[in-house]
Structure formats: C-alpha cells, structure tokens
C-alpha cells in the first residue's frame, strides 16, 4: 500500500512518500518497508550553515558561500522542483531558528524529490523558540525575573464539538494557553495567576506586557538561556511528495494543546 498523505485536522499533510509492504501470513509476521523515493534524482545540492562566517540568504548556497536558512534552501528547492530538477539541502551543525512552508504550486509542483538532510545525524535543530535576553530582577525576590511581553495571544477556543460538550468534555483553562518558556532547556511550569508563582513556573500579564520568571536555584535569567516558543507549525508540507527530512531535530513549535 502507497501512503502519501497525513491528516492533519481537516487539512491533507503530505510530507514523505512512504511505501509500506506487507506480506502474508499470521498476526505478527507482517514486515514494513521504508520510504522509496528515488533520491539519485537530486542533481542539485544547496548548502545550509548558519555557522560559517559568510553565510547569507541572498548567497548562491555553495559551500563556501551557503545560505543562512533551511526556510531560503526550501524555497530554492521548491524553484527547482517546478523545473523537474530534484533538490539535496545539506544542513550544517546549528540551531535554526526558522521555518520551512512546502505550499502546494498547482500544476507548477512536479515529483521532483526535495531532501533536507543533516550534514551529522542529529546535530541540527529546528526551534521555534527565540531567546529572550535583557531580563530584569525582581528587587527583593530571589531568582524572580521579568521581560516586556510584545504578544497577545490570548486563550484559544473552548472545545465545541457537540459530542464532547454532551459528555461535559471541555479543555482545563491551562489548555487554551500557548505561553512556554524553557531556561537552559529545562521547561518552565505556566501558571494563570501571579499568586501561582512557584519556583521553576512562569506567568504572562498580557495586560502589563510582561513575562515573570520564577528560575530553580542557581540559575540567573541574565545568564541563562532564555528561550521563548514563538512559532507554529515549524515544518509543513500541503499535498507534497516525494520529501525527506533526515538527521533532524524539531523542538519547540508553539501551537495550541490539541491543534
């Protein structure tokens, strides 16, 4: 069986084409294979290194004049791919804070493959967190902290699916929050009231635009790395085929619980 497709909500998310073969016999013989995209169609090789010195957007991405960003490698490659011309992106150690969007192109978008591939397994990182720097003290509060707060998020929707309502099913208030803050990778507990601040928790005053911190012992959020989730939805692909994404970690996307 060919899947290409997941379902994502009410949305049709393709992002790898995957053949799965099973063959007979009793319960628990089955046997699964991997994807088979023809990967020696990508005659091209973008270079992505958020490291190197002279690394820029606008570069041609080479390797000694690579892009800064997987989201402009993407958009090369999505170039190329309406040529027929399949796309490697090799991607350098890094953290990148970024985002790539695969939107589908109409009779523009061919089966060309687009391969995102890490440079060394497991060294680059796709975050949707910015770091937060220029913390405040708290005067007279140990390991207190605050920071200007630019967003207005607010709650998501309660629940209202008719089904779940009859059977009293609704989100927890903290579920329609999307506020995270991780403090040298550790997460950071929200609360919904200054009152419920505790150490290792956080809260956000939308109101008086500021995000308070409560940090564990011996941190200090001046010193600290302060990261804050800011985008959603880091990777996305709509009715794309033929894509590989290998040796990469994506952290950190900031959607509602349940979205």
């Avoid at 091209?44 to 490698?73: C, F, K, M, Q, Y």
């Avoid at 796709?126 to 770091?131: A, P």
């Avoid at 500021?210 to 990777?235: H, N, S, Y």
Wanted: net charge neutral; with cysteine.
């Amino acid at each position: 069986m060919k899947m290409s497709c997941l379902s994502a909500g009410w949305r049709s998310v393709c992002l790898v084409v995957a053949v799965f073969g099973w063959t007979g016999g009793a319960r628990g013989q089955e046997q699964v294979t991997g994807a088979d995209v023809a990967e020696e169609r990508a005659t091209a090789v973008l270079h992505v290194n958020i490291g190197h010195p002279d690394a820029a957007d606008e570069n041609a991405g080479t390797s000694s004049s690579p892009l800064r960003s997987i989201g402009r490698g993407a958009e090369l490659a999505m170039a190329n791919n309406s040529k027929g011309i399949g796309t490697k992106i090799l991607i350098a150690p890094g953290v990148y804070r970024d985002q790539v969007k695969l939107p589908h192109r109409g009779k523009e978008q061919t089966d060309a493959p687009m391969i995102f591939e890490a440079v060394e397994k497991g060294t680059v990182t796709l975050t949707g967190s910015d770091v937060f720097s220029e913390w405040h003290r708290v005067e007279g509060k140990e390991n207190l902290y605050w920071h200007h707060w630019p967003h207005k998020w607010g709650p998501r929707e309660q629940v209202k699916d008719p089904v779940w309502l009859r059977c009293g099913i609704v989100y927890r208030p903290i579920l329609l929050r999307r506020e995270t803050v991780y403090a040298n990778g550790q997460l950071l507990r929200l609360v919904l009231s200054p009152l419920g601040l505790r150490e290792g928790t956080h809260y956000v005053s939308e109101e008086d635009e500021k995000l308070v911190v409560w940090l564990p012992k011996g941190l200090d959020a001046r010193t600290a790395l302060m990261e804050v989730p800011i985008r959603q939805g880091l990777f996305t692909g709509e009715r794309q085929s033929n894509v590989v994404l290998r040796g990469l970690k994506i952290t950190h996307d900031n959607h509602y619980f349940g979205m």
